[in-house]
């Protein structure tokens, strides 16, 4: 059986695929047996192959998989513990999976931690932003702003825990996380960002400036807010009123007066 197993874990991983949903004849030719040996030697049952995946330590799958249930138990914990709270253990016993199998999927915490806050963060809808972006530097300021704004409120609160493990400890988890996703923030934030800045609308700063402008405004209201709420009530501004204002402070900040920039509509 161990190396029906073997053939079982190595055509999951090739395929990309929990073991429970590899085809049979995949598994019986990557042990290099026809499908009816497979069986055979199974005794008929698929299921005897799956119990001898789980006692080798690995869920074969079958539900959602691995990689879905563990991000979604991961940012559970991120919101009731923070970042320093959430272990492998911990994730493994809450999205009812194995050690083995977390790090066969991301390689360890850290790959985890990243893929959680790759999937909760403004990254997927900033990729959405750069490939269709707004006409005007307006338009575009405001979609930013709205997108960010978004991400730091969406519940559970992922990226405002990593941004508070970030400032708390600059070597810990968080540092790791921004590192690997950084670097595809910044590249979708010049797509937008930098062709105004060549057409004279936007003052020429780096683009982490520009974004650093950006995004402080609205994460230190983000951390602020369950706070300012049941002691400001109703003089507090709604999230929607508080992003138009930053959107139109960061326009007074960075764009050019008209008279330097000319048209909104001149071409980069």
């Known amino acids: 059986m161990k190396e029906l197993v073997t053939a079982a874990l190595t055509a999951a991983k090739e395929r990309g695929q929990d073991v429970a949903d590899v085809p049979l004849t995949a598994i019986a030719a990557t042990a290099g047996i026809s499908r009816s040996t497979l069986l055979r030697?199974?005794?008929?049952?698929?299921?005897?192959?799956?119990?001898?995946?789980?006692?080798?330590?690995?869920?074969?799958?079958?539900?959602?998989?691995?990689?879905?249930?563990?991000?979604?138990a991961a940012a559970l914990l991120v919101a009731e513990r923070g970042l320093a709270g959430v272990t492998l253990d911990a994730v493994a016993d809450?999205?009812?999976?194995?050690?083995?199998?977390?790090?066969?999927?991301?390689?360890?915490?850290?790959?985890?931690?990243?893929?959680?806050?790759?999937?909760h963060s403004a990254l997927p809808d900033l990729e959405a932003l750069a490939a269709d972006p707004p006409e005007t530097l307006e338009e575009t300021v405001r979609a930013l702003h709205a997108t960010f704004a978004a991400a730091f409120v969406h519940e559970p609160r992922i990226v405002p825990a990593v941004f508070a493990d970030l400032l708390g400890r600059p070597d810990g988890p968080a540092a790791r996380v921004m590192a690997a996703t950084l670097p595809q923030a910044l590249a979708g934030l010049d797509?937008?960002?930098?062709?105004?800045?060549?057409?004279?609308?936007?003052?020429?700063?780096?683009?982490?400036v520009l974004t650093q402008l950006m995004i402080g405004p609205l994460l230190n209201h983000a951390l602020m807010r369950p706070v300012l709420?049941?002691?400001?009530?109703?003089?507090?501004?709604?999230?929607?009123?508080?992003?138009?204002?930053?959107?139109?402070?960061?326009?007074?900040?960075?764009?050019?007066?008209?008279a330097e920039s000319g048209s909104v509509g001149d071409t980069p």
């Open 94 to 119: 809450r999205a009812d999976c194995s050690l083995p199998s977390l790090h066969t999927v991301f390689e360890g915490r850290d790959g985890l931690l990243a893929a959680v806050f790759e999937r």
């Open 191 to 208: 797509r937008l960002l930098r062709p105004h800045v060549r057409a004279g609308r936007l003052r020429p700063l780096p683009t982490p």
């Open 229 to 258: 709420e049941p002691a400001l009530g109703d003089g507090l501004p709604s999230t929607d009123e508080t992003v138009e204002l930053f959107a139109q402070a960061y326009l007074r900040a960075v764009a050019l007066p008209a």
């Open 41 to 72: 030697r199974l005794g008929g049952s698929r299921a005897v192959l799956d119990e001898a995946v789980r006692e080798a330590g690995v869920d074969p799958g079958g539900r959602p998989p691995v990689r879905e249930r563990a991000i979604a």
